[in-house]
């Protein structure tokens, strides 16, 4: 990267997508420490070449750009306010990126804790799911300081496509959280749409091919309904995951007075799912609250 000097990268969390992620960043030739909490997670990326961290303070002292995208708020927390975190431990002008869909509160909090030590915090959550992240054609939203953004976004074109700046601190976490606020009615709508299809004796591959390049036309009916008509749920986006989402939504939305009954319902359908099981499957699992 052209304005930083000696680019080591730090990456926290290696999962269904953040091993990909950190796989274009080795690919493209940086220096990569990787830390994650199942050593066995970053196996595909030590072979190829990182470097392993401890604990999170240990590569907080080795890199100068460090990328985190963990599972739920507490985690965020933790690794990045905790006694072995990046905060207390890192160096100053060190960049903190924290991808992890999280709360804006917190996204404020960390950057203004880092401002305090002299690093930089941004929150850049991403949309695409384990797709978008093998192809690096990620969306990337971004929230913090515009300078610092346009210092680290040759490092976010490894790894997505339509990187947008959306203002400061937290803005990033905002804009995300309107992503699955679309996403959560559009499930729903897909799954009824293929349910529909089969009992109508319809071939669902084929009504596919007519509604997903018209009007209807969305990511998830491109790329998780086919998913659907053959009995694929395994995760590109956990349900557990998406459902810590739309809570976070649904408390920022009734802070600030807004009605969602779209989200309400969404957040109802995939609660139950999960209480049957279904916490680990992927957000395409919703066909099954018809079966």
């Known amino acids: 990267m052209k304005n930083i000097e000696n680019t080591v990268i730090g990456f926290i969390g290696t999962g269904v997508m953040g091993s990909s992620m950190a796989g274009h960043l080795l690919k493209a030739g940086y220096p990569l420490i990787v830390y994650t909490r199942s050593k066995e997670k970053a196996k595909s990326l030590l072979e190829e070449g990182a470097e392993w961290a ?16 963990v599972g739920y708020p507490h ?5 990045y306010l905790g006694e072995n975190g990046l905060i207390p431990n890192g160096k100053k002008d060190t960049y903190l990126i924290d991808m992890t869909t999280s709360t804006p509160s917190l996204a404020e909090r960390i950057f203004q804790e880092a401002e305090s030590k002299g690093m930089k915090a941004i929150d850049a959550p991403v949309s695409g799911g384990d797709i978008g992240a093998k192809e690096a054609k990620l ?9 610092d953004f346009d210092k680290v976004k040759p490092i976010f074109e490894l790894m997505g496509q339509n990187i947008v700046y959306q203002g400061p601190a937290g803005s990033g976490q905002h804009t995300k959280m309107c992503n699955q606020i679309a996403i959560a009615s559009n499930m729903i709508g897909v799954s009824e749409a293929i349910v529909y299809a089969e009992k109508a004796g319809l071939n669902p591959e084929q009504v596919l091919k007519s509604i997903s390049a018209g009007a209807a ?20 986006f956990y349900i557990k995951h998406f459902i810590k ?29 999960a209480e049957k099981g279904e916490e680990n499957s992927g957000t395409q699992a919703l066909y099954k609250c018809w079966q």
């Not at 401890?54 to 985190?68: E, G, H, M, R, S």
């Not at 985690?75 to 690794?79: G, H, I, L, N, S």
């Open 54 to 69: 401890a604990t999170p303070k240990d590569l907080a002292q080795k890199a100068n750009v460090i990328i985190t995208i």
């Open 75 to 79: 985690d965020v927390e933790e690794v």
């Open 139 to 147: 969306t990337i939203m971004a929230g913090g300081k515009e300078d």
């Open 217 to 236: 036309g969305s990511w998830s009916l491109s790329n998780l309904a086919p998913r659907m008509t053959k009995g694929d749920f395994e995760p590109g």
């Open 245 to 273: 989402d739309m809570n976070i939504a649904l408390e920022e939305a009734e802070r600030m007075g807004m009605m969602t009954p779209g989200l309400s319902l969404a957040k109802k359908m995939y609660a139950e799912l």
